[in-house]
């Protein structure tokens, strides 16, 4: 479904006043208001191809309508998040979920849709129809080499994929472990991993990153292969200055503290990408910032302060990807949301005065500190997020055209009902 050009316009025309007001109030406080609008403008957050249908769980899935069912009809869906919010402006696609057919046709209709392809994503945690060896006791771990070189030459194959799409990434989630004592050996399942993720990073272009994402649990409810930080820097640092560290927000084991994690992954420059989502409890992959947003504002309050000592381009020198489930509410307005929170929590951590800030550190003065971050995160900042995106051709307020236009209607007339979308 295509947005008529006028209807952003006219929706933007609506909330003129309303926003003039509250755009003028909050950038006579800030400091240097261009800068942080222009540092908006540039952040791009990539969507996954995997999430563009309801998601579901072993007890039930609830179809919404209007599904895509193809790749063609994904990019068009995401095409269509970032003409409303001007910050979606890249697809992560998984293989073989969305196997491209054509390459050419598809990387045409993104370039229409103004996206790039971020990541690619393997698939080692699922056996595919006429696939020869089972991954039931894992991939690249596993105690049988056939069944480690069908998923090393899967792995390659979607690095090709990639190279024709223009892709310049690689994402390798591991669901390798064991469920019980005494299943697994430890150090040959890490020592096959190694030799696996090595064979595979010899292919890799030399303008490419592979990205390690560890993972606590599940589908492993003892081991995981790669379950914490510390195995997937291990791993980044053994293969080479292309592998990186990815962190998938709910990955980590309860009151983990993830933005210590971030300031020391990039303390080692080894932090290379970040799947957004929370949870309340394991990876339950809700809408990102809605549990838990002063950890998110936390978070980008850290990356700010160690990607600006290493003068690293926020927008393009680590990978902004979403990697969420939708249970219970539209794929879309979900992802909409996912990217509004993650456009303020940056907004408010781009507005921490971090040289009064180390000031009060190296004071110990705890208060100051605190109010100084409090200050930030209790700043509403949606003003400056949405004249950011205006600028950019996008809606005052994404969610409020999606459902004036009736876009998931318009869906389910244009694909019917009961479509279903490949992926979780
Ligand atoms: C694993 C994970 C991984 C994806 C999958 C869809 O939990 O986060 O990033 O491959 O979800
Ligand atoms: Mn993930």
Do not use: C
Not at 17 to 34: A, E
Not at 126 to 134: L, V
Not at 187 to 204: K, P
């Amino acid at each position: 479904m295509k947005l008529d050009e006028n209807s952003i316009q006219e929706h933007n025309q609506q909330f003129k006043s309303k926003h003039q007001l509250s755009f003028d109030f909050i950038s006579n406080t800030v400091p240097n208001v261009n800068r942080v609008l222009d540092k908006l403008i540039d952040f791009q957050i990539a969507v996954p191809s995997w999430a563009l249908g309801s998601g579901g769980t072993r007890f039930g899935r609830f179809p919404g309508g209007g599904e895509p069912r193809n790749l063609e009809e994904k990019i068009e869906d995401v095409g269509l998040l970032h003409r409303l919010n001007s910050s979606s402006g890249a697809i992560s696609l998984h293989i073989p979920w969305d196997v491209p057919k054509d390459y050419g046709s598809i990387k045409e209709l993104a370039k229409e849709h103004g996206l790039r392809f971020d990541a690619m994503n393997s698939n080692t945690f699922q056996d595919q129809d006429g696939q020869e060896h089972s991954y039931k006791f894992g991939s690249l771990q596993h105690v049988d080499k056939a069944i480690r070189k069908q998923a090393i030459d899967h792995t390659i194959e979607v690095i090709n994929h990639g190279i024709e799409l223009g892709s310049k990434s690689l994402t390798v989630w591991l669901a390798d472990g064991s469920s019980f004592p005494g299943q697994l050996n430890f150090r040959n399942a890490f020592q096959n991993t190694l030799e696996g993720l090595s064979e595979i990073y010899t292919v890799l272009p030399d303008d490419w990153k592979i990205f390690v994402e560890y993972k606590a649990y599940e589908p492993n409810f003892y081991s995981t292969t790669v379950g914490d930080w510390g195995k997937s820097l291990l791993l980044a640092n053994k293969l080479g200055p292309k592998a990186y560290t990815l962190v998938d927000l709910g990955h980590h084991l309860p009151n983990a503290n993830i933005e210590q994690i971030v300031s020391t992954l990039l303390m080692e420059g080894k932090l290379g990408g970040f799947h957004f989502n929370d949870s309340k409890y394991g990876d339950d992959d809700l809408t990102t910032g809605s549990i838990k947003p002063y950890q998110l504002f936390l978070i980008f309050n850290e990356l700010i302060e160690g990607m600006d000592e290493l003068n690293m381009n926020h927008a393009s020198d680590l990978g902004w990807m979403i990697d969420a489930s939708h249970n219970v509410k539209d794929p879309l307005e979900d992802l909409l949301q996912s990217v509004e929170a993650i456009m303020i929590a940056y907004a408010q951590a781009l507005l921490v005065d971090t040289k009064i800030l180390k000031e009060a550190q190296l004071n110990n003065d705890v208060t100051k500190a605190q109010e100084i971050l409090q200050g930030a995160f209790r700043t509403d900042v949606r003003p400056l997020v949405a004249e950011a995106r205006m600028r950019a051709g996008g809606a005052f307020d994404p969610i409020t055209l999606f459902r004036s236009l009736k876009v998931r209607d318009e869906l389910v007339k244009e694909r019917g009902y009961k479509t279903v979308a490949t992926g979780l």
